[in-house]
C-alpha cells in the first residue's frame, strides 16, 4: 500500500545530540515537506523539497537541515538538539501532476528534548 | 499573502448531532483550492474534503460536506450524524493554483461525546 512512513515515532534526546528524523514514502511523488506541529497544534512549513537535489527553507525558520538524495526519502537533521526544537515534526508529499489533490501526511515524529 | 482563520478552537457536540465547523480565509486570488483535513488524536492527518475554487457547488463526502462561499470567503465543513471516531483536530486550508504550498489555519478541537 502506497504510504508515507516516518521513524522514529517517538524520541527522547539529550541536549546537544545530533539527530535524523527519517521520512520516506512510497507513492513516487516528486514533492516533500516538512512541517513543525507546535503544543498549540498550529502547523509551520519549515523545509520542502520539489525534486532530487531540490531544497528550500521554509516559512518558519528552523535550525534544522534536509537533504533529497533520493526521490523517497527525505530526512530531517539537527546537528545538536535542544530544548526549543521540542515539538511534533510531520513529513508529507504531493504530485506535481496532481496539484490541487492536497498532500499525503506520514503519522508524525514526535521529538522531546531533555 | 494568505491567511486561514477558524475561529473555533474548540467544540463539543453530541454523538449523532451535526456540527459546522468554521474557517474564513483571505486572498486576492481567483483560482486556488480549499481543504479540510482531520488529525485524530496521535494518528496520521487525513484529508477529508477538497473544494475547487472555480467550482460553485459544494463538496460532499459522505457525512462530510462544506458550505463555499466565494464572496464571504468562507468553507465551513459540516459533519453530520456526528460519530466518536470523528473526534479529532480539524485543519482549515488554503492552496493557491498552480502553487502548491498549503496554509493551514490554527485547526479546531472537535470532541464527540457518547
Known amino acids: 500500500e502506497a504510504d508515507i512512513y516516518q521513524t522514529p515515532r517517538y524520541l527522547v534526546i539529550g541536549t546537544g545530540k545530533k539527530i535524523t528524523l527519517e521520512c520516506s514514502q512510497t507513492?513516487?511523488?516528486?514533492?516533500m515537506y516538512w512541517y513543525q506541529q507546535d503544543p498549540g497544534m498550529e502547523l509551520h512549513l519549515i523545509h520542502y523539497s520539489y525534486g532530487v537535489n531540490s531544497t528550500e527553507k521554509g516559512d518558519l525558520s528552523s535550525e534544522s537541515t534536509v537533504s533529497r538524495i533520493r526521490t523517497e526519502h527525505f530526512p530531517l537533521t539537527l546537528e545538536s538538539a535542544r530544548p526549543s526544537h521540542t515539538s511534533q515534526y510531520l513529513c508529507?508529499?504531493?504530485?506535481?501532476?496532481?496539484?490541487?489533490?492536497?498532500?499525503?501526511f506520514g503519522s508524525g515524529t514526535r521529538l522531546t528534548v531533555v | 499573502a494568505q491567511t486561514v482563520t477558524q475561529s473555533q478552537p474548540e467544540m463539543s457536540v453530541q454523538e449523532a448531532e451535526t456540527v459546522t465547523l468554521s474557517c474564513t480565509y483571505d486572498t486576492s486570488e481567483n483560482n486556488y483550492y480549499l481543504f479540510w483535513y482531520k488529525q485524530p488524536p496521535s494518528r496520521q492527518m487525513i484529508l477529508v474534503i477538497r473544494q475547487e475554487a472555480y467550482k460553485q457547488q459544494n463538496a460532499t463526502e459522505n457525512r462530510f460536506s462544506v458550505n463555499f462561499q466565494k464572496a464571504a470567503k468562507s468553507f465551513s465543513l459540516k459533519i453530520s450524524d456526528s460519530q466518536l471516531g470523528d473526534t479529532a483536530m480539524y485543519f482549515c486550508a488554503f492552496m493557491k493554483y498552480p502553487q502548491d504550498k498549503i496554509i493551514f489555519g490554527k485547526g479546531t478541537r472537535l470532541h464527540i461525546l457518547p
Open positions: 507513492m513516487g511523488h516528486d514533492k
Open positions: 508529507a508529499s504531493s504530485e506535481s501532476s496532481s496539484v490541487g489533490y492536497g498532500y499525503t
